[in-house]
């Protein structure tokens, strides 16, 4: 089994909700990044999310193991809550600019 959530979870498509623990308690405290933080992860959802189980806006595993590479420049590790929240202000402020 991986940080990721394992090849069970790759197959379903659920590995990005399990790779990133203790996010909840971190926006539950910290209320101020939770837009950010969801307008984000709706720009990485899958495209026809809604026809594919799980049936939530996920992104592909794959897709998913490429932009936390890209994002904290490592592999196979889970990612903290403050990266997320880091990576999610990034792309929010990119998108913002243009």
Do not use: C, K
Not at 33 to 53: C, F, G, T
Request: hydrophobic residues 40%.
């Amino acid at each position: 089994m991986t940080p990721l959530g394992g090849n069970d979870a790759r197959s379903r498509g659920v590995a990005p909700l399990r790779s990133v623990p203790g996010l909840a308690s971190y926006l539950w405290s910290h209320p101020q990044w939770v837009p950010s933080v969801i307008r984000a992860a709706w720009r990485l959802r899958q495209a026809d999310w809604w026809r594919r189980r799980p049936w939530l806006p996920v992104p592909d595993p794959a897709y998913w193991e490429f932009r936390v590479h890209t994002a904290v420049g490592r592999d196979g590790q889970a990612l903290t809550p403050q990266e997320v929240v880091a990576a999610a202000r990034w792309s929010n402020h990119q998108r913002a600019s243009r």
